[in-house]
């Protein structure tokens, strides 16, 4: 059991608790489907109204025993905005703090180690739009090359010039980062680029190297790239989210607490 906590519903605006709710909710699901580093990796977003502040795991927890409440919040110089027993340390703040703050048009980051992302980062060919998953993020993925463990602030600015101005970020040897201007976005986003590298994963290994595989040319790959981010923003209306969030009320309900 995850250590019992007081709402914090009364002690943050109403946008605030709708955000930590959504934001909680992506940590339940990802446990519900295998996603899962040990206390590691983080899933974070910028509180509503207060552009300078955001909300993140602590990293005594596991992804499923997250609630809207047990969300911490800090502002991007490290400093923590509401009493909590959870806190995070120097990884979650260059990364977390850093991208939010240096870009004011996502609203999540979501960061994750996962077997597929981690062995996708070590390929020299790096994501292959050769499914529907992967053409989205045609034209719209950087790469950062692995540097260390993100201790030091100074880290920051090195994610931000490999991110640019894009929206999603191979960190090489290392694992995935992935940008959302909403909440709903950043979790569907980063469902399709597990499941984009699983796909080519395992599709290397049955071809046996990229020569037996069929890469669609790229007229094709910026066409469908385009349909996709021609869609807009994924929101809640997006038909995927009511029907995950119909899933976690009866599975896992507790993460709107
Ligand atoms: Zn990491």
Redesign the pocket.
């Known amino acids: 059991m995850s250590q019992e906590l007081n709402s914090v519903a009364d002690q943050v605006s109403p946008q605030e608790w709708e955000a930590r709710v959504a934001l909680a909710a992506t940590y339940r699901l990802m446990a519900l489907t295998g996603i899962f580093d040990l206390t ?2 983080h899933l974070s977003a910028r509180v509503p109204g207060q552009e300078d502040a955001y909300l993140i795991k602590g990293e005594q927890q596991l992804f499923r025993e997250v609630t809207a409440s047990s969300l911490v919040k800090y502002d991007f110089a490290g400093k923590r905005l509401l009493d909590s027993p959870y806190s995070i340390s120097a ?1 979650g703040q260059v ?1 977390h703090g850093g991208v939010l703050q240096g870009r004011p048009d996502l609203q999540a980051v979501f ?3 996962t077997p597929a992302n981690m062995a996708l980062s070590v390929l020299k060919v790096g994501l292959l739009p050769i499914t529907q998953h992967a053409v989205r993020f045609y034209g719209h993925l950087a790469y950062h090359d692995f540097d260390g463990f ?1 201790f030091d602030v100074a880290g920051r600015d090195r994610i931000l010039a490999s991110l640019s101005n894009k929206q999603f970020l191979v ?1 090489r040897n ?2 995935v980062l992935i940008g959302g201007r909403t909440i709903p976005e950043a979790y569907v986003e980063h469902h399709h680029f597990e499941y984009a590298a699983r796909a080519q994963l395992s599709a290397l290994q049955a071809a046996g190297g990229v020569e037996g595989i069929i890469i669609p040319p790229e007229e094709v790959s910026l066409h469908a790239a385009n349909q996709i981010r021609g869609r807009g923003v994924i929101t809640e209306k997006n038909r995927d989210w009511p029907a995950l969030i119909r899933w976690l009320d009866e599975v896992s309900p507790e993460y709107k607490t």
Request: no cysteine.
């Open positions: 590691y990796n990884g990364i960061h994750t180690h993100e960190m290392h694992g």
